[in-house]
């Protein structure tokens, strides 16, 4: 697989089909890649930087005005990340919907593997990963790492309730709420299961997305103001595309246009202490934007081409700027390793490309919760001076699943046995050293439907037909004679148009099998 470094500061996209960027004045190639699956042992001596994963939420690969010059919005410091650092053109989150992307990113295990199939998890689910499963925080802080987590959680927690007869929530879009009785939930009592018992010293959280109730902050596991007060919710029919909450408990004051704020500024506090605490610090920064509500603010209002949601990718790309001058400001910028990614692809409908000629999934078919690429491919931007080649750019396929084995490569430790089984390491990739194969031959995708994919080379297939997501037809029962599924060649159809399952049954048959092998279930 090739890296490319260049030199002009704002790249041009290519002519081709495959929808990466060629830069204007190309200086070298590095071929690079693999390891082993998970992080092996390295020099002890390797310098172990600070670690920073900023978790946008819906943000799409075409949001970026680094990666596409037809962009509706500006982003110039999510560009200054990729201008300084690597970007990747092939790369995905582990799911086309957030819970179980989260899920992948924190544990190196795709989401299927557990009791969550389809869908995401609620407010005020039950916890999804197990105290006993080996985190990145966990296996961060056991060597040596200040470890803290600001920002949306949405991987359940552990509620404490008044009375135990009574449930919490009925599994729909509607929050189960008495207004005779009242909350079920007892806020005074910290909740469990929750960051503080997975390997994260600091936490401050918001439960779910932020359409989800409960509508308070949690610091370390306790909520930093009770939520005493009830929404009815909020309707796109009263204020217009994407302005939507769901009615449920709230806490008095709590300003859903400020919890973007709210996050960068508890996280600067956890970066801060660094000036009294010397150990490196992990801070994983999901951030609850630009996933509905869009709610920019009065200094991005109006600024962009395509209506409030340009204009809260806007609002992130302030904010994350907010964060990257105080690295600068501290002189921590040349040894903390910034991760930039999105935990799905962005929501943007038909209607929406009806009105706006912006496209935040770029040349990719689909949207969130779809198989197709738009639902899964995603911006991946890694920067650390020094180490990374700044302005470099890597085809390397790669999953939000391989954050665990590619941090322990960087700091030279091994990945508990048993732990992180669907994550490999991509320091060598993000470090630009040479190599003759791949870091991974193939991978898993998903649906917010459960529908499966897998991709290996050039090569992509479904074993049914449709989206499996938000896209029309969902799905789609084959005709008689038909094809019974989906073969993609990528490398000449990124746009996913051409159906070649007909012209390749081989090639179909023997990812079937491998997809099979895999998710370890039959299609």
């Not at 509706?72 to 092939?90: K, N, W, Y």
Request: charged share 20%; proline share 7%.
């Amino acid at each position: 697989m090739a890296i490319v470094v260049f030199s002009h500061p704002r790249p041009v996209v290519s002519s081709g089909t495959n929808g990466i960027f060629i830069p204007a004045l190309i200086l070298v190639f590095i071929f690079v890649t693999s390891c082993n699956q998970v992080g092996v042992q390295k020099d002890s001596q390797k310098v172990r930087p600070n670690i920073i994963y900023i978790l946008a939420d819906d943000l799409g690969y075409g949001d970026l005005s680094v990666h596409n010059r037809e962009s509706a919005v500006q982003t110039p410091h999510m560009d200054r990340l990729a201008i300084e650092g690597m970007s990747f053109s092939d790369a995905h989150s582990a799911s086309a919907v957030c819970t179980p992307t989260r899920y992948g990113i924190l544990t190196g295990e795709y989401c299927w593997r557990t009791s969550l199939k389809s869908g995401v998890l609620w407010g005020y689910s039950p916890p999804l990963i197990s105290p006993s499963q080996v985190t990145v925080a966990s296996f961060l802080k056991s060597n040596g790492y200040r470890t803290g987590v600001v920002g949306k959680w949405h991987l359940g927690l552990g509620w404490q309730l008044k009375d135990e007869a009574r449930p919490i929530e009925q599994y729909d879009w509607h929050y189960l709420f008495d207004q005779e009785l009242g909350s079920n939930v007892d806020y005074t009592k910290p909740v469990a299961g929750g960051p503080n018992q997975l390997g994260f010293e600091y936490s401050y959280i918001f439960p779910a997305s932020l359409d989800m109730p409960p509508y308070l902050y949690l610091e370390n596991g306790i909520a930093a103001d009770q939520p005493t007060d009830y929404t009815t919710g909020k309707s796109e029919q009263e204020d217009g595309r994407g302005v939507f909450w769901r009615a449920g408990e709230v806490s008095p004051g709590f300003q859903f246009d400020g919890v973007l704020s709210e996050i960068i500024t508890k996280g600067a506090e956890f970066i801060k202490k660094q000036e009294t605490d010397q150990r490196p610090f992990f801070l994983y920064l999901p951030l609850t934007a630009p996933h509905t509500p869009w709610l920019p603010t009065g200094e991005t209002v109006g600024t962009t081409n395509a209506g409030k949601y340009t204009d809260f990718v806007k609002l992130v790309d302030n904010q994350i700027g907010i964060l990257l001058k105080l690295l600068d400001e501290m002189g921590l910028t040349n040894n903390t390793l910034v991760v930039l990614s999105s935990d799905n692809g962005a929501h943007w409908t038909v209607k929406d490309k009806g009105l706006f000629a912006h496209r935040p999934n770029y040349i990719y078919r689909g949207q969130k919760a779809d198989i197709y690429e738009g639902g899964h491919r995603i911006p991946y931007v890694v920067r650390w001076p020094e180490h990374v080649p700044e302005g470099s750019q890597s085809d390397q396929l790669l999953s939000t699943t391989d954050f665990m084995a590619t941090m322990a490569g960087v700091i030279g430790k091994k990945v508990p046995e048993g732990a992180a089984p669907d994550s490999y390491d991509m320091s060598e990739v993000i470090l630009g050293k040479e190599s003759t194969k791949p870091a991974r031959m193939q991978m898993i995708q998903h649906s917010l439907s459960g529908l499966f994919a897998i991709r290996q080379g050039k090569w992509k297939y479904t074993p049914v037909l449709g989206s499996g997501g938000f896209s029309d037809p969902v799905s789609i029962d084959p005709q008689a004679g038909g094809p019974n599924g989906a073969l993609y060649d990528l490398s000449i159809d990124i746009a996913e148009t051409q159906n070649l399952i007909s012209e390749y049954p081989e090639q179909a048959r023997l990812l079937h099998q491998k997809l099979e092998e895999i998710a370890c279930q039959e299609f």
